[in-house]
């Protein structure tokens, strides 16, 4: 049974996409997502200045698109990535990088194809919450000379304390993060995986937003 209201849903295309979206986001402002697993609930913040990937996720969940969805691939110290593989979507979403959102552990973030991509756009709807791993201060200056980016002294810090995975920093765009439930990310990403990343046993989630009052 789903745990969404469903809604019509508009077709969108990469011809109007910014056009549904920007209309969509300012009729669901919606920004907090909770995410049930039989392991615990994940409790996530969107964020409202990258507002295509937030409307994006919201019509998704309000739509019913992730009423079978699973977690699919778990990397330990990496991320764990969810969706539902049987279903495709003909668009990708515009890039929205942001220097102040960073992939630091509990960062949630789009999946995307590298394929013909070279403006760097989003998967319509492979989304990943990072898992990550503590850094030392000279991996952190090593990795920032890597990509070409400058970290800040709170990056740093988050790196070293709470952890994360920079080498997606700059890559993909993090749309939103969690507020409760590290301890079930750590539980998840901690799940027996074949050696393509695919979990042995299924982890299916249902996921809801959370109405404005």
């Known amino acids: 049974m789903s745990c969404t209201q469903k809604k019509e849903s508009v077709v969108i295309t990469p011809d109007n996409i ?3 979206l920007t209309l969509y986001g300012k009729e669901n402002p919606e920004n907090e997502v909770i995410i049930e697993t039989k392991m615990g609930t994940i409790k996530l913040r969107l964020f409202e200045d990258t507002p295509l990937h937030r409307a994006n996720f919201v019509k998704l969940i309000k739509e019913g698109y992730y009423d079978d969805s699973d977690f699919y691939r778990i990397g330990y110290e990496f991320m764990i990535q969810g969706g539902d593989l049987k279903k495709k979507l003909n668009y990708r979403i515009p890039s929205e990088f942001n220097p102040k959102y960073y992939h630091k552990k509990g960062a ?3 999946a995307r194809v590298d394929e013909n991509n070279p403006n760097l756009e989003s998967s319509a709807a492979e989304f990943f919450i990072v898992h990550g791993t503590r850094y030392a201060d000279e991996d952190i200056d090593i990795e920032a000379r890597n990509l070409g980016i400058q970290v800040t002294p709170e990056q ?3 790196y070293r304390t709470v952890g994360g995975y920079m080498t997606l920093d700059g890559r993909y765009t993090v749309f939103g993060e969690v507020t ?4 079930i990310v750590d539980k998840i990403a901690s799940e027996k995986v074949f050696n393509t990343d695919q979990p042995l046993r299924k982890i299916p989630f249902t996921i809801r937003v959370v109405e404005s009052k």
């Open 18 to 20: 910014r056009e549904v």
């Open 108 to 110: 949630l973030s789009m």
């Open 156 to 158: 740093r810090e988050a």
């Open 180 to 183: 409760e439930g590290l301890d």
